[in-house]
Every structure is written in C-alpha cells, then in structure tokens.
C-alpha cells in the first residue's frame, strides 16, 4: 500500500515538473501549484487521467490499432495526448489551453514518470 501511494505522489510531482519544463519553452499547460488545496487539486487529477487513461484511452488505443500500425505508434502519442486535453479541461490543478499544448505535455509527462519511477525500488511484497 505504501508502494502505491509513493508512486501516486511521484507521479504528482511528474505532473508539477511537466508544468515547470513545459512552461520553459511554450505557453498553454499550466499547473496551480500555490496553496494545499491546489495540491490536493493534482492529485485528484491525477487519479482522474489514470481511470480515464485505463479506460476510455485503452478502447481507443484498441480502435486505432490499424492507424498505430501505419504511423509507427504515433497514433498512441496523438491518443495519449487527447486523453491529456480531455481531463486538463476538467480543471484539476492543471490546464491546457489547446490540444498542442496538451500533446507536448503529455509526451514531457511520460517520460518524467518514467524517469521518476526508475527510483522506486523494487519489492517482492506490498508493506
């Protein structure tokens, strides 16, 4: 249950570096990050990208097997990327004010969840 947690939290703080490095080179993905309830904001977001990251993404990477097998997986970022719009417009701590902006944040947020969860370690059971 901790592990769970832990992760939850990195990939909160993943979403919160999205906002600092995407903000660095483009305008349009921002996260409000200035008070506890602001935080708490997040991680319900990020509860929310994930159950509509598990579900309505995985249908429609599904439905686009055909078109992922043509571009080479680009239609998974595209998807990825949509899914990130879509609960960016439900305002949870973090917005994106066009599809772009969500596109480029979604790929900078994959890979800082997969950079941060490189430091998790590694256990046979959940404490």
């Known amino acids: 249950m901790k592990r769970f947690f832990l992760k939850w939290a ?3 703080l993943a979403l ?11 305008k349009g993905f921002s996260v409000q990050v200035g008070s506890s309830s602001d935080v708490m ?28 097998c043509l ?9 990825n990327g949509l899914m990130f719009f879509l609960v960016s417009t439900l305002n949870f701590g973090f917005h994106a004010d066009n599809y772009l902006a ?3 944040a ?3 947020f994959s890979l800082t969840c997969s950079i941060l969860h490189q ?9």
């Open 10 to 12: 990195l990939t909160v």
């Open 16 to 26: 919160i570096v999205t906002g600092l490095v995407t903000s660095l080179f483009m």
């Open 41 to 68: 904001n997040l991680f319900i977001g990020v509860a929310v990208l994930t159950l509509v990251n598990t579900t309505l993404g995985r249908l429609l990477k599904f439905l686009a097997i055909p078109l992922n």
């Open 71 to 79: 571009t080479f997986g680009l239609a998974a970022v595209a998807i």
């Open 102 to 104: 969500a596109l480029v």
């Open 106 to 108: 979604s790929v900078v």
């Open 119 to 127: 430091f998790l370690p590694d256990s046979e059971k959940d404490d």
